[in-house]
């Protein structure tokens, strides 16, 4: 495994609207080694909402 893998992890972001929609990204483990939670349009309800980190 590569030293850039480890330091930024693919994250699955899942919509808390209860769709089931996901966002994957990565993150910076130093900067951030909480979950994150951002806000994303979710299609399924046509809005803005919160999504979080699921590992």
Known sequence: MRKGSE??????LRS???TGYTYV???NRRNDPERM???K???VVRRHVEFREER
């Open 37 to 39: 939670t951002i806000r």
């Open 16 to 18: 808390t609207a209860g």
């Open 7 to 12: 330091l930024r992890p693919i994250v699955k």
């Open 25 to 27: 990204t990565r993150k």
């Open 41 to 43: 349009f979710d299609p």
